[in-house]
């Protein structure tokens, strides 16, 4: 396993930007988030003009791309269309695993294993691994569904993110029977009352974890995916979390 950041951890930031703060950090790895509505790199903009979305993704400063997070706007038949093409970008800069949301909690079970299998078609002819992000209000808040999903839909994993098995409404969770589906992991420290807390100040076991995933035989990136928080340093936050989880590796 490796530690690796996401761009989500610097918003704000001009995308090349981003990367030359997480090189400064010292990070090795970065996790790309392609959001409509964000000011990085866009879906439609990949859709639009694959070769530019290269350029740019080549433009790392030294960085690995680890993963890319997919948010999109696009709909129906647009949205597979948007998908072939990102699995081709992730093809040609060396990208194994993209992470997609699971349909929003009330989501037609049937509906969303035809649309999982849809994207796992286009993901597998690339080469790539398409994984559902782990997410409260998302059919994927439940591990009981993450498991049954997995198993309709061959080749489908999951990306981790034990926050929200942690901060919600009807209390923790364990999510220890669906580790063997682990495609990518994000972490931040959290509580049962607070998504997203200073390190140190949460609840997130990072040794158990690590030691979960080794024994489930997962061997990639460990993304910090903290957005910043008002009134604390990002920068510090940061370098405090890559610190703890290479002294844990």
């Known amino acids: 396993m490796f ?38 790199l866009r879906p439609s903009e990949v859709r639009d003009n694959l070769q ?3 350029d740019i993704c080549h433009d790392t400063q030294r960085l690995v791309i680890s993963n890319f997070r997919l948010l999109s706007t696009a ?11 990102i ?15 699971s349909g929003e909690f009330g989501t ?14 286009i993901s597998a002819t690339e080469g790539i691994v398409t994984s559902m992000h782990t997410h409260v209000g998302c059919l994927s808040q439940d591990c ?13 994993g ?15 969770k364990s999510y220890d029977k669906v580790l063997k589906y682990v495609a990518h992991v994000y972490l931040r420290d959290t509580r049962q009352d607070a998504m997203h807390v200073r390190v140190g100040q949460g609840e997130v076991e990072y040794g158990r974890l690590i030691t979960q995933l080794e024994q489930s035989g997962y061997n990639r990136a460990l993304t910090v995916h903290m957005p910043p928080l008002p009134d604390t340093d990002q920068m510090a936050e940061m370098r405090k ?8 590796l």
């Not at 979390?241 to 002294?247: G, T």
């Open 52 to 54: 530019r979305a290269v």
């Open 108 to 121: 037609p079970f049937n509906e969303e294993v035809e649309h999982l299998r849809e994207m796992v078609a």
């Open 3 to 40: 530690v690796s950041a996401s761009t989500e951890c610097f918003p704000d930031l001009p995308l090349r930007d981003c990367m030359e703060k997480l090189v400064d950090l010292e990070f090795s790895a970065v996790d790309m988030t392609l959001d409509e509505n964000g000011d990085h």
């Open 158 to 172: 999951i990306t981790l993110d034990p926050s929200h098995f942690i901060c919600r409404e009807d209390g923790p």
């Open 241 to 248: 979390i890559r610190l703890l989880l290479e002294s844990l």
């Open 75 to 85: 709909q129906g038949d647009d949205r597979y269309r948007e998908y072939e093409e």
């Open 87 to 101: 699995c081709r970008l992730a093809k040609a800069v060396k990208v194994s695993s993209i992470t997609i949301p």
């Open 144 to 156: 009981d569904t993450i498991q049954v999903l997995c198993d309709n839909v061959k080749g489908l």
